[in-house]
Protein backbone atom coordinates (compact mmCIF):
# COMPACT_ATOMS: atom_id res chain seq x y z
CA UNK A 1 0.00 0.00 0.00
CA UNK A 2 1.04 3.66 -0.74
CA UNK A 3 1.17 6.66 1.46
CA UNK A 4 -2.26 8.69 1.21
CA UNK A 5 -1.55 12.01 -0.81
CA UNK A 6 -2.99 13.77 2.43
CA UNK A 7 -0.22 12.18 4.56
CA UNK A 8 2.58 12.63 1.75
CA UNK A 9 2.02 16.37 2.02
CA UNK A 10 1.93 16.24 5.42
CA UNK A 11 5.61 14.97 5.55
CA UNK A 12 6.66 17.31 3.11
CA UNK A 13 5.09 19.93 5.36
CA UNK A 14 6.66 18.50 8.29
CA UNK A 15 10.41 18.29 6.75
CA UNK A 16 10.46 21.58 5.38
CA UNK A 17 9.53 23.09 8.72
CA UNK A 18 12.33 21.17 10.57
CA UNK A 19 14.86 22.08 7.11
CA UNK A 20 14.34 25.78 8.08
CA UNK A 21 15.46 25.49 12.11
CA UNK A 22 18.28 22.80 11.53
CA UNK A 23 18.83 20.10 14.44
CA UNK A 24 21.60 20.30 16.75
CA UNK A 25 22.99 16.87 16.77
CA UNK A 26 26.12 17.52 19.63
CA UNK A 27 23.37 16.81 22.20
CA UNK A 28 24.07 20.13 24.29
CA UNK A 29 20.72 21.81 22.72
CA UNK A 30 17.59 19.36 23.86
CA UNK A 31 14.59 18.18 21.65
CA UNK A 32 11.29 19.03 22.55
CA UNK A 33 9.07 16.18 23.10
CA UNK A 34 7.81 14.39 20.95
CA UNK A 35 10.68 14.32 18.74
CA UNK A 36 9.64 15.59 15.72
CA UNK A 37 11.55 13.67 13.58
CA UNK A 38 9.71 10.68 14.15
CA UNK A 39 6.94 10.86 12.40
CA UNK A 40 3.20 8.95 12.26
CA UNK A 41 2.25 8.56 8.49
CA UNK A 42 -0.65 6.40 9.67
CA UNK A 43 -2.62 6.40 13.04
CA UNK A 44 -1.17 2.99 13.43
CA UNK A 45 2.26 4.01 14.08
CA UNK A 46 1.44 6.33 17.01
CA UNK A 47 1.67 3.17 19.58
CA UNK A 48 4.87 2.60 18.61
CA UNK A 49 6.48 6.12 19.42
CA UNK A 50 8.07 6.88 22.85
CA UNK A 51 6.80 9.83 23.45
CA UNK A 52 9.84 11.11 25.90
CA UNK A 53 12.43 9.56 23.77
CA UNK A 54 14.85 11.15 21.74
CA UNK A 55 17.01 10.65 18.93
CA UNK A 56 20.10 10.18 19.61
CA UNK A 57 23.75 10.38 17.93
CA UNK A 58 25.73 8.17 20.02
CA UNK A 59 28.98 8.44 17.61
CA UNK A 60 29.97 9.75 14.24
CA UNK A 61 33.42 10.01 12.37
CA UNK A 62 33.29 6.29 10.12
CA UNK A 63 33.15 6.60 6.59
CA UNK A 64 30.60 3.88 5.81
CA UNK A 65 28.89 2.47 9.23
CA UNK A 66 26.89 -0.88 8.44
CA UNK A 67 26.13 -4.28 10.13
CA UNK A 68 25.06 -3.18 13.87
CA UNK A 69 24.47 -6.20 15.96
CA UNK A 70 23.05 -6.65 19.49
CA UNK A 71 25.30 -8.57 22.12
CA UNK A 72 23.01 -9.80 25.01
CA UNK A 73 25.48 -11.05 27.06
CA UNK A 74 28.26 -8.47 26.67
CA UNK A 75 25.69 -5.68 26.66
CA UNK A 76 27.36 -3.93 23.76
CA UNK A 77 26.56 -3.16 20.44
CA UNK A 78 29.04 -4.23 17.62
CA UNK A 79 29.31 -2.59 14.00
CA UNK A 80 31.31 -2.35 10.74
CA UNK A 81 33.16 0.73 9.26
CA UNK A 82 33.88 -0.73 6.08
CA UNK A 83 36.03 1.57 4.40
CA UNK A 84 38.39 1.65 7.43
CA UNK A 85 38.44 -2.17 7.77
CA UNK A 86 37.01 -1.82 11.16
CA UNK A 87 34.94 -3.05 13.53
CA UNK A 88 33.42 -0.63 16.42
CA UNK A 89 31.80 -1.00 19.80
CA UNK A 90 29.33 0.82 21.71
CA UNK A 91 29.24 0.50 25.98
CA UNK A 92 25.49 1.75 26.93
CA UNK A 93 26.71 1.54 30.46
CA UNK A 94 29.15 5.16 29.80
CA UNK A 95 28.58 5.08 26.38
CA UNK A 96 32.17 4.40 26.04
CA UNK A 97 32.88 3.59 22.15
CA UNK A 98 36.20 1.99 21.01
CA UNK A 99 37.85 -0.14 18.33
CA UNK A 100 37.17 -3.72 18.46
CA UNK A 101 38.91 -5.33 15.63
CA UNK A 102 41.24 -2.99 13.26
CA UNK A 103 41.72 -5.49 10.66
CA UNK A 104 37.97 -6.95 10.31
CA UNK A 105 38.20 -8.02 6.90
CA UNK A 106 36.54 -4.98 5.45
CA UNK A 107 33.19 -6.31 7.41
CA UNK A 108 29.96 -5.17 6.31
CA UNK A 109 26.88 -7.38 8.23
CA UNK A 110 27.28 -8.78 11.63
CA UNK A 111 25.23 -10.48 13.68
CA UNK A 112 25.31 -13.27 16.89
CA UNK A 113 24.00 -17.21 16.87
CA UNK A 114 22.50 -18.77 19.93
CA UNK A 115 26.05 -19.47 21.31
CA UNK A 116 26.90 -15.58 21.71
CA UNK A 117 29.19 -16.07 18.91
CA UNK A 118 29.81 -13.49 16.15
CA UNK A 119 29.03 -13.81 12.85
CA UNK A 120 30.40 -11.26 10.10
CA UNK A 121 30.51 -10.95 6.56
CA UNK A 122 33.87 -9.72 5.30
CA UNK A 123 33.65 -7.74 1.96
CA UNK A 124 37.51 -8.13 1.50
CA UNK A 125 37.77 -11.76 2.15
CA UNK A 126 35.06 -12.61 0.41
CA UNK A 127 33.69 -14.96 2.94
CA UNK A 128 31.41 -15.46 6.84
CA UNK A 129 32.92 -15.95 9.46
CA UNK A 130 32.46 -17.23 12.98
CA UNK A 131 34.57 -15.37 16.07
CA UNK A 132 34.81 -18.57 18.22
CA UNK A 133 34.36 -18.16 22.12
CA UNK A 134 38.53 -19.17 22.32
CA UNK A 135 39.35 -15.95 20.04
CA UNK A 136 39.81 -18.13 16.98
CA UNK A 137 38.22 -17.47 13.58
CA UNK A 138 36.18 -20.04 11.59
CA UNK A 139 35.48 -19.11 7.88
CA UNK A 140 31.45 -21.13 7.63
CA UNK A 141 31.77 -19.83 3.69
CA UNK A 142 34.28 -18.99 0.92
CA UNK A 143 32.92 -20.27 -2.09
CA UNK A 144 29.75 -21.87 -4.03
CA UNK A 145 29.73 -24.93 -6.41
CA UNK A 146 33.90 -24.38 -6.77
CA UNK A 147 34.06 -20.23 -7.43
CA UNK A 148 34.28 -17.49 -5.12
CA UNK A 149 31.65 -15.87 -3.20
CA UNK A 150 31.00 -12.44 -4.40
CA UNK A 151 31.48 -10.24 -1.33
CA UNK A 152 29.10 -11.34 1.42
CA UNK A 153 26.76 -8.57 3.17
CA UNK A 154 24.33 -9.50 5.80
CA UNK A 155 23.47 -12.39 7.82
CA UNK A 156 20.91 -13.85 10.30
CA UNK A 157 20.50 -17.37 11.69
CA UNK A 158 17.71 -19.40 12.07
CA UNK A 159 16.95 -21.29 15.51
CA UNK A 160 18.29 -24.75 13.59
CA UNK A 161 21.53 -22.89 13.37
CA UNK A 162 21.11 -22.66 9.98
CA UNK A 163 23.19 -18.73 8.81
CA UNK A 164 21.69 -17.43 6.20
CA UNK A 165 23.22 -14.37 4.37
CA UNK A 166 23.04 -12.32 1.03
CA UNK A 167 25.66 -12.28 -1.88
CA UNK A 168 25.44 -8.87 -3.82
CA UNK A 169 29.03 -8.42 -4.59
CA UNK A 170 29.19 -4.52 -3.84
CA UNK A 171 32.53 -5.22 -2.14
CA UNK A 172 34.22 -6.11 -5.03
CA UNK A 173 33.39 -3.99 -7.45
CA UNK A 174 35.98 -1.41 -5.86
CA UNK A 175 38.68 -1.18 -3.62
CA UNK A 176 36.57 1.28 -1.07
CA UNK A 177 34.93 -1.33 0.64
CA UNK A 178 36.91 -4.46 -0.54
CA UNK A 179 39.23 -5.62 -2.99
CA UNK A 180 38.28 -5.40 -6.48
CA UNK A 181 37.80 -8.27 -8.70
CA UNK A 182 35.02 -10.24 -10.59
CA UNK A 183 31.97 -11.15 -9.91
CA UNK A 184 31.80 -15.18 -10.88
CA UNK A 185 28.57 -15.99 -9.18
CA UNK A 186 24.81 -14.89 -9.99
CA UNK A 187 23.82 -12.21 -6.73
CA UNK A 188 21.87 -14.83 -4.72
CA UNK A 189 20.88 -15.61 -0.95
CA UNK A 190 22.46 -18.58 0.69
CA UNK A 191 21.69 -20.94 3.81
CA UNK A 192 24.97 -22.11 5.44
CA UNK A 193 23.20 -25.82 7.40
CA UNK A 194 24.96 -26.76 10.60
CA UNK A 195 26.88 -29.35 8.67
CA UNK A 196 28.29 -27.38 6.75
CA UNK A 197 26.85 -27.80 3.87
CA UNK A 198 25.92 -24.46 1.59
CA UNK A 199 23.03 -23.83 -0.50
CA UNK A 200 21.50 -21.68 -2.65
CA UNK A 201 17.98 -20.85 -1.26
CA UNK A 202 17.00 -17.85 -3.80
CA UNK A 203 18.93 -15.73 -6.98
CA UNK A 204 15.83 -14.08 -7.65
CA UNK A 205 16.50 -10.54 -6.51
CA UNK A 206 19.48 -8.29 -8.87
CA UNK A 207 21.07 -7.09 -5.78
CA UNK A 208 20.00 -8.75 -2.51
CA UNK A 209 20.86 -7.17 0.33
CA UNK A 210 19.42 -6.82 3.82
CA UNK A 211 17.35 -9.67 5.39
CA UNK A 212 15.77 -10.96 8.25
CA UNK A 213 12.93 -13.34 9.61
CA UNK A 214 9.58 -12.59 11.20
CA UNK A 215 9.03 -13.00 14.68
CA UNK A 216 8.36 -16.79 13.93
CA UNK A 217 10.61 -17.71 11.59
CA UNK A 218 8.39 -18.31 9.23
CA UNK A 219 8.87 -15.69 6.95
CA UNK A 220 11.90 -14.43 5.08
CA UNK A 221 12.33 -10.88 3.88
CA UNK A 222 14.74 -9.76 1.76
CA UNK A 223 16.29 -6.41 0.40
CA UNK A 224 17.03 -5.83 -3.16
CA UNK A 225 19.07 -3.01 -3.74
CA UNK A 226 18.95 -3.65 -7.35
CA UNK A 227 16.57 -1.56 -10.14
CA UNK A 228 13.84 -2.77 -8.12
CA UNK A 229 14.55 -0.70 -5.31
CA UNK A 230 11.91 -3.52 -2.82
CA UNK A 231 11.40 -5.73 -0.41
CA UNK A 232 10.57 -9.09 -0.92
CA UNK A 233 9.29 -11.63 1.29
CA UNK A 234 9.09 -15.49 0.91
CA UNK A 235 7.74 -18.40 3.44
CA UNK A 236 10.44 -20.45 4.60
CA UNK A 237 9.50 -23.76 4.14
CA UNK A 238 10.93 -26.76 6.68
CA UNK A 239 13.26 -23.94 8.32
CA UNK A 240 15.99 -24.50 5.08
CA UNK A 241 14.14 -23.49 1.69
CA UNK A 242 12.09 -20.78 0.22
CA UNK A 243 8.89 -20.80 -2.13
CA UNK A 244 6.12 -18.18 -2.64
CA UNK A 245 8.23 -14.79 -3.30
CA UNK A 246 6.88 -11.63 -3.85
CA UNK A 247 7.07 -7.96 -3.64
CA UNK A 248 6.37 -6.93 0.22
CA UNK A 249 6.92 -3.06 -0.15
CA UNK A 250 8.02 -0.61 -2.80
CA UNK A 251 10.63 1.98 -1.69
CA UNK A 252 11.34 4.20 -4.43
CA UNK A 253 9.15 6.83 -5.45
CA UNK A 254 7.32 7.56 -2.27
CA UNK A 255 7.78 10.24 0.33
CA UNK A 256 10.19 12.92 -1.52
CA UNK A 257 11.45 10.82 -3.78
CA UNK A 258 10.21 11.76 -6.83
CA UNK A 259 13.03 10.61 -9.10
CA UNK A 260 12.73 6.98 -8.12
CA UNK A 261 16.09 6.57 -6.78
CA UNK A 262 15.77 5.91 -2.96
CA UNK A 263 15.87 2.47 -1.58
CA UNK A 264 16.05 0.26 1.54
CA UNK A 265 18.90 -1.45 3.10
CA UNK A 266 18.75 -3.40 6.40
CA UNK A 267 15.68 -4.35 8.02
CA UNK A 268 14.44 -5.79 11.55
CA UNK A 269 11.06 -7.24 12.91
CA UNK A 270 9.72 -5.92 15.77
CA UNK A 271 7.47 -8.53 18.25
CA UNK A 272 4.22 -7.45 16.23
CA UNK A 273 5.25 -8.29 12.80
CA UNK A 274 6.27 -4.92 11.35
CA UNK A 275 9.68 -4.55 8.83
CA UNK A 276 11.88 -1.20 10.33
CA UNK A 277 13.84 -0.59 6.98
CA UNK A 278 16.35 1.43 6.58
CA UNK A 279 16.12 4.28 3.68
CA UNK A 280 18.68 6.45 1.95
CA UNK A 281 19.83 8.41 -1.20
CA UNK A 282 17.31 11.11 -1.44
CA UNK A 283 17.96 13.58 1.06
CA UNK A 284 15.81 15.09 3.85
CA UNK A 285 12.15 13.96 4.38
CA UNK A 286 13.52 10.58 2.99
CA UNK A 287 16.65 9.50 4.85
CA UNK A 288 16.35 7.49 7.68
CA UNK A 289 14.04 4.35 9.02
CA UNK A 290 10.88 3.89 6.84
CA UNK A 291 8.23 1.32 9.48
CA UNK A 292 5.64 -0.76 7.51
CA UNK A 293 2.88 -2.97 9.46
CA UNK A 294 3.69 -7.09 8.27
CA UNK A 295 0.80 -6.29 5.27
CA UNK A 296 3.58 -4.06 4.09
CA UNK A 297 1.97 -0.62 4.33
CA UNK A 298 4.25 2.27 5.35
CA UNK A 299 2.91 3.80 8.63
CA UNK A 300 6.03 5.36 10.24
CA UNK A 301 9.11 7.07 9.34
CA UNK A 302 12.46 8.15 11.09
CA UNK A 303 14.07 11.04 10.08
CA UNK A 304 17.89 11.21 10.03
CA UNK A 305 20.29 13.86 8.04
CA UNK A 306 22.38 11.03 6.36
CA UNK A 307 21.80 7.81 4.61
CA UNK A 308 20.29 5.02 6.48
CA UNK A 309 22.46 1.92 6.35
CA UNK A 310 21.51 -0.67 8.33
CA UNK A 311 19.43 -1.43 12.06
CA UNK A 312 18.89 -3.85 14.74
CA UNK A 313 16.84 -3.80 18.10
CA UNK A 314 19.09 -4.34 21.48
CA UNK A 315 19.49 -2.89 24.70
CA UNK A 316 18.37 -5.54 27.82
CA UNK A 317 14.69 -5.08 26.94
CA UNK A 318 15.31 -5.03 22.75
CA UNK A 319 13.43 -2.03 22.71
CA UNK A 320 16.18 0.26 22.01
CA UNK A 321 16.88 0.86 18.07
CA UNK A 322 20.40 1.14 17.06
CA UNK A 323 21.48 2.95 13.37
CA UNK A 324 23.53 2.94 11.51
CA UNK A 325 24.12 5.75 9.15
CA UNK A 326 26.86 6.79 6.71
CA UNK A 327 29.06 8.44 9.15
CA UNK A 328 27.08 7.79 12.35
CA UNK A 329 25.84 5.60 15.11
CA UNK A 330 22.02 6.67 15.92
CA UNK A 331 19.91 4.89 18.89
CA UNK A 332 16.03 5.40 19.45
CA UNK A 333 14.16 4.18 22.06
CA UNK A 334 10.72 2.56 20.94
CA UNK A 335 7.55 1.36 22.29
CA UNK A 336 8.11 -2.07 21.05
CA UNK A 337 10.84 -4.77 21.02
CA UNK A 338 12.37 -6.34 18.60
CA UNK A 339 11.68 -9.90 17.70
CA UNK A 340 14.65 -11.34 18.11
CA UNK A 341 17.83 -11.76 20.31
CA UNK A 342 20.22 -10.06 17.63
Known amino acids: ?47 YIQGNSPIRRLHTGMLWAEGPAWNGA ?45 ISC ?44 TDPGYGSMGDYEGNKGELQLKEAVYRIDPSGKIEKVTDAEEKPNGLCFSPDYKKLYVVDTGDAKNIRVYEVVDGAKLSKGKTFAVNKGVLTDKDGKGGSDGVRCDVDGNVWATAGWIGDG ?37 ITASQSLYSLYVNTNGAHFC
Open 74 to 118: GNYLVWSDIPNNAQMRYLPEDGHVSMMRNNSGNSNGNTFDPQGRQ
Open 1 to 47: MTTSRRTFLTTLATSAAASAFARDWTGQVPERYPDPDVIALEPAFSK
Open 286 to 322: YDGVHVFTPEGQRIGQIKLPETGSNLCFGGPKRNRLF
Open 122 to 165: EHGNRRVTRYELNGKITVLASEFEGKPLNAPNDVVVHPDGGVWF
